[in-house]
């Protein structure tokens, strides 16, 4: 089945940049998203991609993806105490980017931690 | 106000208690999703309805049941709670074609004693 790996912690320091990468089997998948999630709180979409991109800027976050190693990363440029957060990977191998039949698969949240 | 609505935020129930969790959506999706979270095991899908009269299976949607009351409502029920069922459950919504996703809610914490 499908699977999406992704490290479980990940520590930077104030004003350096972040990178968390993610992996994933499905060689089918369309559209493939990071979203945060803070303390507390339900998730956030930060951003997607659609397979057939290698690159994505969205002011500090950039999204990179090797279709080819199936591999997908997010930088955050400039990382703040205020990135402090899980952040997931997820896929969708449907043709519509809110997911297909079975919705979203996620990685199990990379921890990013702050350090001053 | 926010486009995804659970409710309620937190509850504490015991074994063999019936529960629902109420989800409500402003954004006029036609899909609706519940999943759940366990830590360092991710988010995994229980339930998906593409509209009123369309309720799909996820990966583990045993021991839980689900009702599509209308468009903007999908309620998901655990019969007889256990404590393995203990998790933050996240609704979701999605709809429309080309550049969309996924919206969650703010979650609820369900603990089962």
């Known amino acids: 089945g499908e699977d999406v790996e992704q490290s479980l912690f990940l520590s930077v320091r104030e004003g350096d940049s972040s990178v968390i990468n993610c992996t994933y089997t499905?060689?089918?998948?369309?559209?493939l998203y990071w979203y945060k999630q803070e303390p507390g709180a339900g998730l956030q979409l930060l951003t997607y991609i659609f397979s057939n991109m290698d690159m994505k800027q969205d002011q500090r976050l950039t999204v990179l993806l090797n279709k080819k190693d199936k591999h997908l990363s997010l930088r955050i440029a400039d990382t703040q105490t205020g990135d402090s957060a899980i952040y997931f990977c997820?896929?969708?191998?449907?043709?519509?980017?809110?997911?297909?039949?079975?919705?979203?698969?996620f990685g199990k949240g990379t921890h990013l931690i702050i350090q001053p | 106000d926010a486009d995804v609505t659970q409710t309620p935020r937190n509850r504490i129930t015991k074994t063999g208690k019936r529960i629902m969790l109420e989800c409500s959506q402003t954004?006029?999706?036609?899909?609706m999703y519940w999943y759940r979270q366990d830590p360092g095991l991710g988010l995994q899908l229980i339930y998906y309805?593409?509209?009123?009269?369309?309720?799909n299976k996820g990966e583990i949607s045993d021991g839980y049941s689900v009702s599509r009351q209308a468009q903007a409502k999908f309620s998901l029920s655990l019969e007889s709670a256990i404590p393995n069922q203990t998790a933050l459950y996240f609704c979701?919504?999605?709809?429309?074609?080309?550049?969309?996703?996924?919206?969650f809610g703010p979650g609820t914490r369900l603990t089962v004693l």
């Open positions: 954004k006029g999706h036609d899909r």
């Open positions: 979701a919504t999605s709809g429309g074609l080309g550049a969309d996703t996924q919206y």
């Open positions: 997820a896929e969708s191998a449907s043709q519509y980017s809110g997911g297909g039949a079975d919705g979203l698969t």
């Open positions: 499905d060689s089918s998948s369309t559209y």
């Open positions: 309805s593409f509209d009123v009269k369309d309720i």
